[in-house]
C-alpha cells in the first residue's frame, strides 16, 4: 500500500471534474455517499458496496473509485454525513444537563433512522467535522467545572456507550419485532413465557423473580426507558463534578 493510500480521506482534496461536450458526468463525494446512505438505510451496510451504489448512479464501480478511493473512506464519509443531520446550538448553552440531554436525544434518533450507524458507533473515531463538531459540543458542555479533560472526555464516553448500547438494544427489538411480527410483550408472552414461568417457580433466582414480577422499567415504552436510563448516567455524571 502506498503512502498515499494511508492519507486520511479527510485529508484528501475532493475531485473536481470538469463537463463539457464528449465528457462523462462527473460526480461529487457528496452524491455518492447520499447514495451509499440510502442503500444501507434501506438494505443494511453490505448492500452499499461500490458496484450497488455505481448502478444506481447509471456509471461504473471503477469510476466512484476515483473520488472514494477504500471502503473505509465511503463508511468515514457515511458516518460523518448522517452525524451531520444532529441539531445542535453552535454551543453549549450553560446548562449541560439539558446540553447532554439534547445530544443525546439527537444521536438515538440518528441510531433510529440510520441502523447501520450504531453498529459502528463503537469502531474506531470518525474525524470528520460533523462528527468532531457533536464530540466538541459534548465536550464543551462539561469545560468550566475544575475537571481535567481525561475526566471530561471519560465522562462523555461514559454517556455515548449508554446512548449507543441503549439505541442498539432498540434497534434489536424492532428487528425481533419485524422478524416476528410480535412485540416485546407478545413474544416475551407467547415465545419464552412458559420458561419464564418454570424458573419462577423455581425459586432459585429470586432476584430475577423481583426483576419479572416487580421491575416498571421493562415495560415502559421505548423513550421512556431511553430516559430512564439517561437519568441515571446523567445523576452520575453530576456525582463526579465538583461542588
Given at each position: 500500500m502506498s503512502d498515499?493510500?494511508?492519507?486520511?480521506?479527510?485529508?484528501?482534496?475532493?475531485?473536481?471534474?470538469?463537463?463539457?461536450?464528449?465528457r462523462?458526468?462527473?460526480?461529487?463525494r457528496?452524491?455518492?455517499?447520499?447514495?451509499?446512505?440510502?442503500?444501507?438505510?434501506?438494505?443494511?451496510?453490505?448492500?452499499?458496496?461500490?458496484?450497488?451504489?455505481?448502478?444506481?448512479?447509471?456509471?461504473?464501480?471503477?469510476?466512484?473509485?476515483?473520488?472514494?478511493?477504500?471502503?473505509?473512506?465511503?463508511?468515514?464519509?457515511?458516518?460523518?454525513?448522517v452525524?451531520?443531520?444532529?441539531?445542535?446550538p453552535?454551543?453549549?448553552t450553560?446548562?449541560?444537563?439539558?446540553?447532554?440531554?439534547?445530544?443525546?436525544?439527537?444521536?438515538?434518533?440518528?441510531?433510529l433512522?440510520?441502523?447501520?450507524q450504531?453498529?459502528?458507533?463503537?469502531?474506531?473515531?470518525?474525524?470528520?467535522?460533523?462528527?468532531?463538531?457533536?464530540?466538541?459540543?459534548?465536550l464543551?458542555?462539561?469545560?468550566g467545572?475544575?475537571?481535567?479533560?481525561?475526566?471530561?472526555?471519560?465522562?462523555?464516553?461514559?454517556?455515548?456507550?449508554?446512548?449507543?448500547?441503549?439505541?442498539?438494544?432498540?434497534?434489536?427489538?424492532?428487528?425481533?419485532?419485524?422478524?416476528?411480527?410480535?412485540?416485546?410483550?407478545?413474544?416475551?408472552?407467547?415465545?419464552?413465557?412458559?420458561?419464564?414461568?418454570?424458573?419462577?417457580?423455581?425459586?432459585?433466582?429470586?432476584?430475577?423473580?423481583?426483576?419479572?414480577?416487580?421491575?416498571?422499567?421493562?415495560?415502559?415504552?421505548?423513550?421512556?426507558?431511553?430516559?430512564?436510563?439517561?437519568?441515571?448516567?446523567?445523576?452520575?455524571?453530576?456525582a463526579?463534578?465538583?461542588?
Amino acid at each position: 500500500m502506498s503512502d498515499e493510500e494511508h492519507v486520511s480521506i479527510w485529508m484528501r482534496p475532493e475531485r473536481v471534474e470538469r463537463s463539457g461536450p464528449g465528457r462523462r458526468p462527473g460526480f461529487s463525494r457528496a452524491q455518492i455517499v447520499e447514495r451509499a446512505v440510502a442503500i444501507a438505510d434501506a438494505d443494511g451496510l453490505e448492500a452499499a458496496t461500490m458496484r450497488r451504489i455505481a448502478d444506481a448512479m447509471g456509471t461504473g464501480a471503477m469510476s466512484l473509485y476515483r473520488y472514494i478511493p477504500k471502503r473505509d473512506d465511503l463508511i468515514d464519509l457515511m458516518l460523518d454525513t448522517v452525524m451531520a443531520e444532529l441539531e445542535l446550538p453552535p454551543r453549549p448553552t450553560g446548562d449541560w444537563r439539558s446540553d447532554l440531554t439534547l445530544a443525546s436525544y439527537q444521536i438515538r434518533a440518528v441510531g433510529l433512522r440510520h441502523p447501520w450507524q450504531v453498529a459502528l458507533a463503537s469502531r474506531r473515531p470518525t474525524l470528520g467535522p460533523s462528527s468532531l463538531r457533536v464530540y466538541e459540543f459534548m465536550l464543551s458542555a462539561l469545560d468550566g467545572f475544575g475537571l481535567d479533560i481525561d475526566e471530561i472526555a471519560s465522562l462523555v464516553g461514559m454517556l455515548s456507550d449508554y446512548v449507543n448500547s441503549a439505541v442498539h438494544r432498540e434497534i434489536g427489538w424492532l428487528d425481533e419485532a419485524r422478524r416476528t411480527g410480535m412485540d416485546m410483550r407478545r413474544w416475551m408472552t407467547a415465545y419464552v413465557g412458559p420458561h419464564i414461568r418454570r424458573v419462577l417457580d423455581s425459586g432459585e433466582y429470586p432476584m430475577f423473580n423481583r426483576s419479572i414480577m416487580e421491575a416498571r422499567v421493562p415495560h415502559l415504552p421505548p423513550e421512556d426507558r431511553f430516559r430512564y436510563g439517561l437519568d441515571r448516567v446523567l445523576d452520575g455524571i453530576a456525582a463526579g463534578l465538583p461542588g
